[in-house]
């Protein structure tokens, strides 16, 4: 997927407002997704900048922002799978679940038969039940868990249901942690669905395996269609700012819907129209010359608006 040109630089003068459209991110480590934002608003000088998905401070890789009229598509987009690749250590368990928290456990976890690994990791493939993260962003009587925890709350989350649809072990490794504990370190790369913890899948195959286990590297490949081949790193984004298009961005991430002139009109007036058979979710609605009016889906064989770009 090419990005988008270069944002025009004038000659003099103020840098003109940066069309809309989406930024893919190759996120660093140690920066919070809200810290990418805040990057970003200064680079493209625009308040108007959001995230499609938040992504640990440890983890690296896709974190897809909107700009301008393109940030009411995010949490569209964010409900979209993902694409990782991790390393898992198996021998040790945090407070967090990968490798920012304390160790809390040790269980040595060299000689572990790889038929027990694959196993493992095929009970957490598919459609599971996960019980997320404790230190996580998900709200626990309106409170963020995380914040909870740091005051010293005991929480206990529900499992969710969630979806694993591809998991692969590349390699498996003994290694020795630098507390001297022999650890097992497993490379894996999964796709899996929105709302999945990656460490939550690994504090549970260490669970699974009698060794506790927590994530010690991560970084996201792909979210939706949009892959890390075509993320630029925020260096990058300060010299020359590359804006996914938003009817392009649009085209790519979600099925698509032709109408002609006059039904154009009602779209943007909110008339909710019939609709032709399309596949489930949200779908882009396109007028004459390519023009993108509008986020909608399907209710009852009419079209109910997400949104109305127009």
């Given amino acids: 997927m090419p990005p988008g040109p270069p944002t025009p630089q ?8 940066p069309p809309d459209g989406l930024v893919i991110v190759d996120k660093p480590t140690g920066f919070t997704s809200h810290d990418v934002v805040a990057k970003m608003r200064g ?7 959001g995230h499609a998905g938040t992504l640990d401070p ?10 301008g009229k393109a940030t009411r598509l995010l949490g569209h987009l964010a409900l979209t799978e993902k694409e ?19 160790i809390t456990a040790v269980t040595p976890a060299h000689g572990l038969a790889r038929e027990a690994i694959d196993a493992a990791v095929a009970r957490q493939t598919g459609a599971i039940q996960q019980v997320p993260s404790k230190v996580s962003a998900v709200k626990v009587d309106g409170k963020r868990s995380y914040a909870r925890v740091r005051q010293g709350e005991e929480v206990e989350l529900a499992a969710r249901p969630v979806t694993v649809s591809s998991f692969t072990v590349h390699r498996v490794g003994q290694e020795q942690a630098e507390d001297g504990t022999a650890v097992t370190d497993l490379l894996v790369s999964l796709v899996c669905s929105s709302g999945t913890y990656v460490r939550a899948i690994a504090r549970d195959i260490g669970a699974d395996l009698g060794t506790g286990g927590h994530l010690t590297a991560l970084r996201r490949t792909r979210v939706g269609p949009y892959a890390v081949t075509a993320a630029r790193t925020l260096d990058q984004l300060q010299g020359s700012l590359e804006v996914l298009p938003l009817a392009e961005a649009v085209s790519q991430a979600f099925p698509r819907w032709n109408v002609g002139e006059r039904q154009a009109r009602l779209i943007g007036n909110g008339v909710q129209l019939d609709m032709p058979q399309l596949p489930p979710g949200p779908v882009a609605v396109f007028g004459p010359g390519e023009r993108f009016l509008a986020l909608v889906e399907e209710r009852g064989g009419r079209a109910k608006s997400l949104a109305v770009f127009v």
């Fill in 10 to 17: 004038p000659s003099g003068g103020a840098r003109p407002a």
């Fill in 43 to 49: 680079i493209a000088r625009t308040r108007r900048v």
């Fill in 58 to 67: 440890m983890a690296t890789g896709v974190l897809v922002l909107g700009l």
């Fill in 84 to 102: 990782y690749v991790a390393t898992i250590r198996l021998g040790q368990s945090t407070v967090t679940d990968d490798a920012e928290g304390e």
